[in-house]
Nanobody
Framework: VQLVESGGGLVQAGGSLRLSCAASGSTVSIVVMGWYRQTPANQRELVATITSGGGRTNYADSVKGRFTISRDNAKSTMYLQMISLKPEDTAVYYC???????????????WGQGTQVTVSS
């Protein structure tokens, strides 16, 4: 599975951004997708996850009420809508997917290359 993020950039505090993650290239069944971020202090933390049907989402406490994760299975794309951004949201955001390969009965992790989000005060 190849994951390609887009939508990062520089925004002022209080602003908004929408990240996208397009998945391609595999016949594995993606079970869960999500976003992680790595801060300038080099800490990687979970931001949000969403199940394959989109019915269950999970958020870090620090982003609840400000970030919304969604996915469009027809387009094989996941989104992270971010509003009311804060300087502490500054990080490299990584797209993540857990894929189940029924041929081998295994679950594998897949990661995108990351996209920089910088929030200025």
């Amino acid at each position: 599975v190849q994951l390609v993020e887009s939508g990062g950039g520089l925004v002022q505090a209080g602003g908004s951004l929408r990240l996208s993650c397009a998945a391609s290239g595999s016949t594995v069944s993606i079970v869960v997708m999500g976003w992680y971020r790595q801060t300038p202090a080099n800490q990687r933390e979970l931001v949000a996850t969403i199940t394959s049907g989109g019915g269950r989402t999970n958020y870090a406490d620090s982003v609840k009420g400000r970030f919304t994760i969604s996915r469009d299975n027809a387009k094989s794309t996941m989104y992270l809508q971010m509003i009311s951004l804060k300087p502490e949201d500054t990080a490299v955001y990584y797209c993540y997917a857990a894929g189940f390969d029924s041929a081998y009965d295994t679950v594998s992790d897949y990661w995108g290359q990351g996209t920089q989000v910088t929030v200025s005060s």
